[in-house]
């Protein structure tokens, strides 16, 4: 449903993100025995990095403006309704309410059919009102799913600590491998030099991730554009990693089966 739907392969409706070229994804087992999916995605009429690159140094051109508008549209870093305190906040408040729902636990709800008048004022249509009420709600909730599910927490294994066969993120130099905080950027950045972009990101302890997706999925995501050469083999070269990896041993299959029975 993901590919057709939300990528728009086979349907008759572009994906979220533009035509798709073609996709490659793999799932991945981790160690709490939950499934993983690593995906990579080739749009239709994407251009290399080097051609990104010149036509972003081109001042007569507005490819620099619509590239930033498109990519700040399909993944954003940083919450949508405030900052993380806020989100916090407002996330306290909600969980008092008695129809409060924890919205990883539950269904995404649809969008109330759209007005088709083509001069409607918001004030008096009845649909407008209804789809103005969604989406603020869709934000409220995409943020309670980002709150719960993408805020990293840097942790080290303690000798005494139950949880200690999770391996922790800081290192031997007391710093994080996972690469927390990320650098934060008010606004998008063009270096004048190289052409190199480096999209608003508001919070340094969340990845870029598409808000439609999170909505969906109600679970951890992350979504990055791969605007360089360097970009692109890192990530291959990392869902490549979880292609080739071999198969579990029968032995490790039935332990971690029956490793779920005696919880």
């Not at 909505?215 to 692109?232: E, H, P, Q, R, V």
């Not at 299959?253 to 490793?259: E, G, L, T």
Request: charged fraction near 25%.
């Amino acid at each position: 449903m993901f590919i057709k739907h939300v990528l728009g392969v086979g349907g008759k409706h572009p994906g979220l993100y533009g035509n798709t070229a073609g996709y490659y994804g793999t799932v991945e087992q981790q160690g709490r025995l939950t499934l993983h999916l690593h995906m990579l995605l080739w749009l239709m009429g994407a251009l290399s990095p080097q051609e990104i690159r010149d036509r972003i140094m081109d001042s007569t051109s507005d490819f620099q403006r619509r590239i930033v508008e498109y990519l700040e549209n399909v993944h954003i870093g940083e919450f949508m309704t405030g900052s993380m305190q806020d989100v916090k906040d407002q996330v306290d408040e909600n969980q008092e309410s008695k129809g409060y729902k924890d919205p990883t636990q539950t269904l995404p709800d649809p969008p109330p059919p759209m007005c088709t008048q083509k001069e409607c004022s918001d004030d008096d249509c009845s649909k407008c009102k209804r789809l103005d009420v969604w989406w603020e709600k869709f934000e409220e909730t995409v943020d309670d799913i980002a709150l719960r599910s993408n805020v990293h927490n840097c942790r080290k294994n303690k000798i005494n600590d139950s949880n200690s066969k999770r391996p922790a993120c800081i290192n031997k130099d007391g710093k994080c491998k996972a690469r927390f905080p990320r650098q934060v950027y008010e606004q998008t950045e063009v270096d004048p030099k190289t052409g190199a972009l480096n999209i608003k990101k508001g919070e340094a302890w969340i990845n870029t991730f598409t808000p439609i997706v999170a909505y969906l999925f109600k679970c951890n995501s992350d979504a990055t554009s791969l605007m360089s050469g360097t970009a692109i083999r890192a990530v291959i070269g990392y869902v490549s990693d979880y292609v080739t990896k071999p198969g579990l041993k029968t032995h490790v299959i039935f332990d971690a089966v029956r490793s779920i029975f005696q919880r």
